[in-house]
């Protein structure tokens, strides 16, 4: 050893390195705003600056909504990789991977507890999960959900996020659709309230399904709402769409969403709902 490398060692023993978190800072997808991590957490991942609204996990909405105490209801067991799908990785490998970066075994999680005082079901598609995509254990999840507000006579909220159906589980994920609609009519028919809070995004088969059959439809501000891609939609026909289409203001405008509420307003919001709506029923 040199003399240079000795005199550099013992000089590194002096100094105390500092680690900087790697999740300190966070930036806004839309204004480019760097925030403080914990501070954009404590305002519920709405940024100060220009108020977009991040995506939030479902334990963080769930705690968002539900007062305290409530309680998870157990996952559906469904069959894993019915068709033995393979792209560039076996379907396993990403529902593993998934699994991995997630607390909960799938995109869809269900709770049941009170939201200021009255009694809900609450279920929870969380995009971060292969982008909340729809299938089988996301419509097994959705009409469990539905069967215990039926058993408990509560309503059922549910918020969406999701890219759209599981491409890995083909027609099998169509058929949620369906599957998803006859607990939503489950719920008509005995007279319980059925909430859609939409978050961004809520695309594709979930739009065409239960996130669109809601008595009351509330969107956060912002989020994309739709069926198919803009561009899509717009080779399609051949015309330029308006300014914010398939955003939650401009659909709130032409009478496809009930109400668009702030996030820090939610649940204040949908205990009024709830509060309306039981004392409709009793009546």
């Not at 039926?150 to 369906?178: D, F, N």
């Not at 709402?225 to 399609?236: C, E, H, K, L, P």
């Not at 649940?267 to 039981?278: C, F, N």
Request: glycine content about 10%.
């Amino acid at each position: 050893m040199n003399w240079l490398s000795r005199v550099r060692n013992s000089l590194s023993s002096f100094s105390t390195k500092r680690d900087t978190p790697d999740n300190l800072w966070t930036k806004c997808p839309s204004c480019s705003e760097m925030l403080f991590t914990k501070e954009y957490e404590d305002n519920q991942s709405v940024c100060p600056r220009c108020d977009h609204h991040g995506r939030i996990g479902a334990d963080a909405r769930l705690a968002l909504l539900l007062d305290d105490g409530f309680t998870l209801l157990p996952a559906p067991r469904v069959k894993e990789d019915p068709l033995k799908f393979k792209d560039s990785k076996r379907y396993p490998d990403r529902l593993k991977a998934a699994r991995l970066s997630n607390p909960h075994p799938d995109a869809f999680t269900v709770a049941e507890g009170t939201v200021d005082g009255h009694k809900a079901v609450i279920g929870v598609q969380d995009f971060g999960f292969m982008g909340g995509s729809m299938g089988m254990a996301v419509g097994a999840a959705f009409v469990a959900g539905a069967k215990a507000a039926l058993k408990a006579q509560c309503a059922y909220v549910v918020v969406t996020a999701a890219g759209g159906a599981r491409m890995q589980e083909g027609i099998l994920s169509l058929m949620q659709m369906p599957k998803a609609t006859v607990a939503t009519r489950m719920l008509a028919a005995a007279g319980l309230p059925y909430i859609v809070v939409l978050t961004d995004p809520t695309t594709g088969g979930v739009t065409a399904s239960y996130a669109m059959l809601g008595d009351v439809h509330i969107a956060e501000p912002g989020c994309l709402i739709g069926f198919a891609g803009q561009r899509v939609i717009q080779d399609t026909i051949r015309e330029k769409l308006p300014e914010g289409f398939q955003r939650a203001e401009y659909l709130h405008a032409h009478g496809m969403v009930d109400m668009v509420v702030h996030r820090r307003d939610l649940k204040a919001t949908l205990g009024q709902l709830l509060d309306y709506l039981g004392a409709a029923r009793a009546a």
